[in-house]
């Protein structure tokens, strides 16, 4: 039977949740099958649509007893993060909008509070709902409302610093909060760490009360001495237990603990939770699941346990979009190629051993890649200290994650003048994950960094030939960034002016279109475009973006007007620091730039988003013509030109 079928047959108590009373009301029996059918229904549809199928299994037992113990929306239950909410979803009468799960009208893939009254937080950002939860509980305190806080914290979540940030202010506020690690031990990847550790270590001696039942029954049959050992192993049994448990490092916070319970045991962990809820004090419930749980294709997957496929077949587990190659893949092989010939270049990453390409060279040279787990802040500053040791570090992380670790990246590691690549990847618009994930903001936020140099490669070739370049820079930060996705086809340079290449030139020079990372392509078609018009474009890929070359500010001079588009925020991107450069040049050419608007645009596929904002080919090449022949009827006085206003 497929899974299909198998949930067109086997949802009639799913098909019955409208909303989390629904659950309360069942008998355990129920409850089983209705795991069995949330399951089916899960794999049925994120297969169709991509998606976090890998957490969600997992925690289907958890959430439901989650449900059944709590009373949301009054009480608040919080996802650390929140790609393990879809159950959560389903149980609170969301099930429809999974037919459009991560799709432009659908489901977003995270909580969203547009979405329903039982959704807070629209977290992505791993390791921040404790800190959520204290504050709510604070302010419950504080206006007197007898209202739980439930933190699920998870995938890695508890291995970020603002967790024990908070713990630590949670333990001694003292207030009611129910803090439920869900212990998967995985991350993307494998959870590391000394925590992760300590508690792996219980899941990987999961039967020690087992062995020593087994103990117990073989000794109680040895004359004489069977007794008597027995005795003295029970004795023991509570040092046993603390040095394995973790208990005694929460309660020496302040913080009771309850576990470790079966994540995959309703029963218990309802009971768990009854307890923390009632007990009246912070409480961390500890609950060991596996990621995957009950789907083969996502247990066997040691990679991530289908933590977060494209479309995949339901049966099999195997993606169906037809092999290609990745920008990511592209950075990986040739960062195991500059490893071969410089032992000085290591890579860390956080938590993202494989999304981010760092595990190739971690294959084939294991003691030169650090994973520091969801910790962006530490993973700079400890890249600065292999810096100051005589390496050279390549952080490898999204775009979007490395705004975590802003400050350590301007005070730690540029200020020291320290020679540390960041290699970003899902730069721009990435389409389903919405917008916490948009890599946008890394242009403008860190172009304020002083002697931090900043590329955009726009094909294979050129990220290959950056990524030397970045890494070759020994008297401060680099950053490079591309998008996610399938690698462009590779764009060839009519010919290079310094730093600068022009990949497109005719014999007026009316237009200097500055075209960024992933929009080369793009801009060499409106330059075919707007010739059909009679003007001449000079399309040009900086390379380099901060700071901007000098070349560029030259190229500007010797046309009448220039434009910029790029995959980032408009404020402060490229183009602003062109406009600036500019200016510090005497260079009174007027400047458009094409970008992002600074907003929360909602998710969709990548080629939605950037026609909502007006940045195809069509549309650039429409803007463009209409500025320069609005120069030819009534030139503008750059003294008072400003840029193209996009709100």
């Given at each position: 039977?497929?899974?299909?079928?198998?949930?067109?047959?086997?949802?009639?108590?799913?098909?019955?949740?409208?909303?989390?009373?629904?659950?309360?009301?069942?008998?355990?029996?129920?409850?089983?099958?209705?795991?069995?059918?949330?399951?089916?229904?899960?794999?049925?549809?994120?297969?169709?649509?991509?998606?976090?199928?890998?957490?969600?299994?997992?925690?289907?037992?958890?959430?439901?007893?989650?449900?059944?113990?709590?009373?949301?929306?009054?009480?608040?239950?919080?996802?650390?993060?929140?790609?393990?909410?879809?159950?959560?979803?389903?149980?609170?009468?969301?099930?429809?909008?999974?037919?459009?799960?991560?799709?432009?009208?659908?489901?977003?893939?995270?909580?969203?509070?547009?979405?329903?009254?039982?959704?807070?937080?629209?977290?992505?950002?791993?390791?921040?709902?404790?800190?959520?939860?204290?504050?709510?509980?604070?302010?419950?305190?504080?206006?007197g409302e007898k209202r739980s806080?439930?933190?699920?914290?998870?995938?890695?979540?508890?291995?970020?610093?603002?967790?024990?940030?908070?713990?630590?202010?949670?333990?001694?506020?003292?207030?009611?909060?129910?803090?439920?690690?869900?212990?998967?031990?995985?991350?993307?990847?494998?959870?590391?760490?000394?925590?992760?550790?300590?508690?792996?270590?219980?899941?990987?001696?999961?039967?020690?009360?087992?062995?020593?039942?087994?103990?117990?029954?073989?000794?109680?049959?040895?004359?004489?001495?069977?007794?008597?050992?027995?005795?003295?192993?029970?004795?023991?049994?509570?040092?046993?237990?603390?040095?394995?448990?973790?208990?005694?490092?929460?309660?020496?916070?302040?913080?009771?603990?309850?576990?470790?319970?079966?994540?995959?045991?309703?029963?218990?962990?309802?009971?768990?939770?009854?307890?923390?809820?009632n007990f009246g004090g912070p409480?961390?419930?500890?609950?060991?699941?596996?990621?995957?749980?009950?789907?083969?294709?996502?247990?066997?997957?040691?990679?991530?346990?289908?933590?977060?496929?494209?479309?995949?077949?339901?049966?099999?587990?195997?993606?169906?979009?037809?092999?290609?190659?990745?920008?990511?893949?592209?950075?990986?092989d040739e960062l195991v190629a500059?490893?071969?010939?410089?032992?000085?270049?290591?890579?860390?990453?956080?938590?993202?051993?494989?999304?981010?390409?760092?595990?190739?060279?971690?294959?084939?040279?294991?003691?030169?890649?650090?994973?520091?787990?969801?910790?962006?802040?530490?993973?700079?500053?400890?890249?600065?200290?292999?810096?100051?040791?005589?390496?050279?570090?390549?952080?490898?992380?999204?775009?979007?994650?490395?705004?975590?670790?802003?400050?350590?990246?301007?005070?730690?590691?540029?200020?020291?003048?320290?020679?540390?690549?960041?290699?970003?990847?899902?730069?721009?618009?990435?389409?389903?994950?919405?917008?916490?994930?948009?890599?946008?903001?890394?242009?403008?936020?860190?172009?304020?960094?002083?002697?931090?140099?900043?590329?955009?490669?726009?094909?294979?070739?050129?990220?290959?030939?950056?990524?030397?370049?970045?890494?070759?820079?020994?008297?401060?930060?680099?950053?490079?960034?591309?998008?996610?996705?399938?690698?462009?086809?590779?764009?060839?340079?009519?010919?290079?002016?310094?730093?600068?290449?022009?990949?497109?030139?005719?014999?007026?020079?009316?237009?200097?279109?500055?075209?960024?990372?992933?929009?080369?392509?793009?801009?060499?078609?409106?330059?075919?475009?707007?010739?059909?018009?009679?003007?001449?474009?000079?399309?040009?890929?900086?390379?380099?973006?901060?700071?901007?070359?000098?070349?560029?500010?030259?190229?500007?001079?010797?046309?009448?007007?220039?434009?910029?588009?790029?995959?980032?925020?408009?404020?402060?991107?490229?183009?602003?620091?062109?406009?600036?450069?500019?200016?510090?040049?005497?260079?009174?050419?007027?400047?458009?730039?094409?970008?992002?608007?600074?907003?929360?645009?909602?998710?969709?596929?990548?080629?939605?988003?950037?026609?909502?904002?007006?940045?195809?080919?069509?549309?650039?090449?429409?803007?463009?013509?209409?500025?320069?022949?609005?120069?030819?009827?009534?030139?503008?006085?750059?003294?008072?030109?400003?840029?193209?206003?996009?709100?």
């Amino acid at each position: 039977m497929s899974v299909e079928e198998g949930t067109a047959n086997h949802g009639r108590l799913l098909g019955a949740v409208r909303g989390p009373q629904d659950v309360k009301r069942m008998t355990g029996e129920q409850l089983d099958i209705l795991a069995a059918e949330i399951r089916d229904f899960l794999i049925a549809k994120v297969s169709r649509t991509g998606g976090h199928v890998g957490p969600n299994l997992g925690v289907v037992e958890l959430t439901l007893a989650m449900h059944r113990v709590f009373d949301s929306p009054r009480d608040r239950l919080l996802f650390d993060t929140g790609h393990q909410a879809y159950v959560h979803k389903i149980l609170t009468g969301r099930q429809e909008g999974f037919d459009k799960l991560r799709q432009r009208g659908g489901l977003s893939g995270y909580p969203s509070q547009a979405e329903s009254e039982h959704d807070l937080i629209e977290n992505s950002h791993a390791s921040t709902a404790l800190s959520y939860a204290d504050g709510l509980a604070k302010a419950y305190a504080l206006r007197g409302e007898k209202r739980s806080v439930v933190a699920v914290v998870g995938d890695g979540a508890l291995t970020g610093g603002m967790c024990w940030e908070a713990l630590n202010n949670i333990a001694t506020a003292g207030n009611p909060l129910v803090i439920v690690v869900n212990d998967n031990g995985r991350s993307y990847s494998p959870t590391i760490g000394g925590l992760a550790d300590h508690l792996s270590s219980l899941r990987l001696n999961p039967g020690y009360e087992k062995v020593l039942d087994t103990v117990k029954d073989a000794l109680g049959n040895t004359p004489f001495v069977g007794k008597p050992m027995y005795e003295v192993l029970h004795a023991v049994k509570k040092g046993i237990k603390d040095a394995v448990a973790p208990q005694a490092m929460f309660e020496d916070l302040g913080i009771k603990y309850v576990g470790p319970v079966d994540g995959h045991d309703v029963p218990a962990v309802e009971a768990a939770l009854r307890a923390a809820k009632n007990f009246g004090g912070p409480v961390i419930v500890h609950a060991v699941t596996r990621k995957g749980y009950g789907y083969r294709p996502a247990e066997d997957d040691e990679a991530d346990c289908l933590h977060g496929p494209g479309a995949f077949d339901a049966e099999t587990g195997k993606l169906l979009a037809v092999p290609s190659v990745k920008w990511t893949n592209v950075f990986a092989d040739e960062l195991v190629a500059i490893a071969d010939e410089r032992p000085d270049v290591v890579g860390i990453t956080a938590a993202m051993a494989e999304p981010t390409g760092i595990a190739t060279l971690a294959r084939k040279y294991p003691h030169r890649v650090y994973d520091v787990g969801i910790a962006e802040q530490h993973a700079a500053t400890s890249a600065a200290g292999l810096a100051m040791g005589g390496l050279h570090p390549v952080v490898a992380v999204y775009a979007t994650f490395l705004n975590r670790a802003f400050d350590q990246v301007l005070l730690d590691v540029a200020m020291h003048r320290l020679p540390v690549t960041f290699v970003l990847d899902r730069a721009g618009i990435t389409g389903p994950d919405g917008p916490s994930h948009y890599g946008i903001w890394d242009m403008s936020v860190f172009g304020v960094v002083p002697g931090l140099r900043i590329a955009a490669p726009r094909d294979s070739a050129t990220l290959r030939e950056e990524l030397r370049e970045a890494v070759a820079v020994d008297d401060g930060p680099t950053i490079l960034r591309f998008p996610t996705g399938t690698v462009a086809a590779d764009l060839p340079a009519v010919r290079r002016v310094g730093a600068v290449d022009v990949l497109a030139e005719s014999a007026r020079t009316d237009v200097l279109l500055v075209a960024v990372g992933s929009f080369a392509a793009l801009g060499v078609e409106v330059a075919t475009r707007v010739a059909e018009q009679g003007y001449g474009v000079t399309v040009v890929d900086p390379r380099w973006v901060r700071p901007v070359p000098a070349e560029l500010v030259e190229l500007a001079a010797a046309h009448r007007l220039v434009v910029t588009v790029e995959d980032g925020v408009r404020i402060g991107g490229v183009g602003s620091a062109v406009a600036q450069a500019m200016r510090d040049a005497d260079v009174r050419v007027p400047v458009r730039d094409l970008g992002v608007p600074a907003d929360w645009h909602p998710h969709g596929t990548r080629a939605q988003i950037l026609s909502d904002l007006g940045l195809t080919a069509q549309d650039v090449a429409r803007d463009v013509t209409g500025w320069i022949s609005g120069l030819d009827a009534a030139p503008v006085d750059p003294a008072t030109d400003g840029a193209r206003a996009q709100n």
